[in-house]
């Protein structure tokens, strides 16, 4: 093959993916609508500015349920003093036994880092707490952050590093959820009664509006209509074949397995795992996760 056909094939492959990207994220509107307070939302380009005053907090979710998928947003957070303030993006299912995947954003005094904490519930329990600081600054420029669900594992990425895995355990008795349907959120609120230094710094109403900013939504999933009973949409979504189920991504490869080892060794800064002030005796999902 000569060297111009393979570099023309070279952008041709290069091209489509570029347009398989530009695809692959959504507008806000195709995906999301207020759920919460529309009157705090403006919308900028592309992206999407919620903001919290002394007035109200904002929050968006998905118009659609889905069961299994990976969601990836962009997030810039809360520049400045966002001490007291939390954002949050997450997926949860309704109702008293719900699941529910967290990333929760706390906010700080200004200069002071951001923390990130995750969650899992399980049948409505949660108290799965992990907290870590990031190795860049969230509120100088969008991130992204995804959650991954499939049959074997929830992946909680952040700029495709995986930052916390919660595996499958049925073998072991353990329940794992993927047997309802998901929404996907996000909020903004006042949070001072915890979210910042254990909630003794409070949130300065003078510094408000506390605005985050969001782009490039992405949604690949098994989309699960509301009509549809959750029992048979399990079922469907089970067999959709998605990239999301294929046996690769049925657990992290090695690059990302060393990517999560570095992030629990240099930041992580709490694991309800290790909490023995807490939980007198370890959870019970801990003993068995290989991390
Ligand atoms: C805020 O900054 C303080 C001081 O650096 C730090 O101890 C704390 O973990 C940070 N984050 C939160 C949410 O309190
Ligand atoms: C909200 O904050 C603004 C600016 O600090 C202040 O002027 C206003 O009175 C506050 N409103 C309420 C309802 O607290």
New binding site residues.
Partial sequence: MSSSSSSFIALVLLLSLFFFSVNATAKFDDLFHPYWAADHFSFDGDAVNMKLDNFSGAGFSSKSKYMFGKVNIQIKLVQGDSAGTVTAFYMSSDGPKHHEFDFEF????TG????VQTNVYVNGVGNREQRL?LWFDPTKDFHTYSILWNQRQVVFMVDETPIRVHTNLEHKGIPFPKDQAMGVYSSIWNADDW????GR?KTDWTHAPFVASYRAFEIDGCECPVTTADFDNAKRCANTGGWWDQPVMSELNVHQSHQLIWVRANHM?YDYCSDTARFPSVPVECEHHRH
Avoid: D, K, R, S
């Fill in positions: 706390l906010g700080n005094t002071e880092p951001y923390l600081n979210a910042t230094q254990g710094v800064i």
